[in-house]
């Protein structure tokens, strides 16, 4: 069972910056690619961004290309979401998600890593709010 909380969350004004950090416990973090997600009051979770367990392997959603970008520690078991130049249409709730890669290495033009359903485990999740 893995265990996942974030932090970062909060209110910014359009064109601002804010940092998210998921840290994971009780399991091999490296067994995992980690991923973002994001959810809008009313609409369905939408992918943000993973990363495979070497930081080899990176992709992002269309709409967060370019402003975000993903990370991760191994050390510390922790994945971060840098989100620079927000838009109000960035407001959302947050979530970190692990998905056990049975030895999945590629990230990149994987679609089913854009897929929530595929994710083992989730955090509770962190609100952003940006005010344009």
């Known amino acids: 069972q893995v265990h996942l909380v974030e932090s970062g969350g909060g209110s910014v004004q359009a064109g601002g910056s804010l940092r998210l950090s998921c840290t994971a416990s009780?399991?091999?973090?490296?067994?995992?690619?980690m991923g973002w997600f994001r959810q809008a009051p009313g609409q369905e979770r939408e992918f943000v961004a993973a990363?495979?367990?070497?930081?080899?392997?990176?992709e992002y959603g269309d709409s967060v290309k370019g402003r975000f970008t993903i990370s991760r520690e191994n050390a510390k078991n922790l994945v971060e979401l840098q989100m620079d130049n927000l838009k109000s249409e960035d407001t959302a709730i947050y979530y970190c998600?692990?998905?056990?890669?049975?030895?999945?290495?590629?990230?990149?033009?994987?679609?089913?890593?854009?897929?929530?359903?595929?994710?083992?485990?989730w955090g509770q999740g962190t609100q952003v709010t940006v005010s344009s």
């Open positions: 998600a692990a998905y056990h890669h049975r030895g999945l290495t590629r990230v990149a033009g994987n679609p089913r890593l854009q897929n929530a359903d595929e994710y083992d485990y």
């Open positions: 009780g399991g091999i973090f490296t067994s995992y690619v």
């Open positions: 990363i495979s367990w070497s930081s080899g392997s990176i």
